[in-house]
């Protein structure tokens, strides 16, 4: 049946897109909000809840990598952070290189402001658990997309990883399998920034997925 809407209706994609758009300004406007306290910017506030997921820290070049800065303004954050008492800088592994970690105040005020997008989580659970594992599986399909026209940093997405086996068990509940910890698992658990992530040789298991 034909509606006068398909005529009157801007496409869907922009209208998905005005949605985002929106959410995002209040994402970042809540940010402003959640670091001003401790005179943190946004993209310092990202880079302290970087060095909070990283076990034993993140080099420079890493840091600018995931924020998907320069590496001059990653190192003016850095030093900022540093000279607040945030984060801690130690020779790295390379030479001349430097690691970065957080100082026990850096981590206080990581877990502080790590909890400013709680707002959204709590939207989000507004949703039953298809709408969420739906909404996770589009993220997923979105965030790579911008990762393969380089419009978003490299992340650590299960769907391009090494380990990701797709749909190779018969059970529906858990059709995925994770050749690193041997388990299998389904959509709702996907990750878009695991710490064993090791990046795929080519798009295969993601177009299997797909
Ligand atoms: S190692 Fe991590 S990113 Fe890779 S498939 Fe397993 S859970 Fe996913």
Redesign the pocket.
Known sequence: MTTIFETISEPIARRATAGLVRIGHVLRSRAWKGATPEGVTPTQGHALGLLREAEGGLSLGAIAALLGVSAPTASDAMSTLASKGLVDKAPGDRPRSINLSLTPQGEALAERTGAWPDFLTDAVETLNDAEQAALLRGLVKLIRAMQVKGDIPLQ???VT????RPNVHPEPEAPHH????DAP?ADRH??LA?????QADDDSFYEQWR
Request: with cysteine; glycine share 6%; hydrophobic share 35%.
């Open positions: 650590k997405l299960c990883c090494r380990y990701f994770c050749a690193l910890v698992f996907l990750r695991c710490g064993e992530h090791q």
